[in-house]
């Protein structure tokens, strides 16, 4: 294998890496000023927009048993990844292409699974990290509030009942 070739797949191979999902997206039709736009509104959400050849993404996801995005590598391919919430990825994503109309998702990965462009867009409608975060939290908070009722309403009882009798009395 040419040292070139080598480099591609390695640095492809490194890009995947960076996190547990991976998205697909064409970038023709994009050019340098509006890449940069892009790369930094992905980098809020931790992540990165990078140019890989086909070929080069196919051998890097095979080596990193990644599922097989082959039927997707056609045209012009930029993946992203990086970070640690998907759906807000994702949401930066659709923001972008619906402001642009350009870099459309092709595909994805997340773990183990192929997510088609429409699970992707999907993906973007689901509450990011910390709104699921918060959600959880809610729901402990609220869970804890409804058990101490519970828990004092014997002893609320026992005191209307003490009150009630001294009243009478």
Known sequence: MRPEKAYLIKEASDYLTRSEYVFLTDYQGINVEETTDLRNKLAERGAEFHVVKNSSLKLAAKEKNLPDL??????HTAIVVGGDDAS???K???????DTNK??????TLGDRILSA?????LAKLPGLE????????LF????????GVLSA?????????KAKTDNN
């Open 70 to 75: 082959s039927e997707h590598l056609t045209g």
């Open 88 to 90: 807000a990825v994702a």
């Open 92 to 98: 930066a994503l659709g923001l972008y292409f619906k």
């Open 103 to 108: 870099v459309p998702v092709k595909a994805g």
């Open 118 to 122: 429409d699970e992707v867009k999907k």
């Open 131 to 138: 709104g699921l975060r918060s959600q959880l939290l809610s």
């Open 141 to 148: 908070s609220q869970s804890a509030t409804q058990l101490v």
């Open 154 to 162: 014997p002893s609320r009882g026992f005191v209307t009942v003490l």
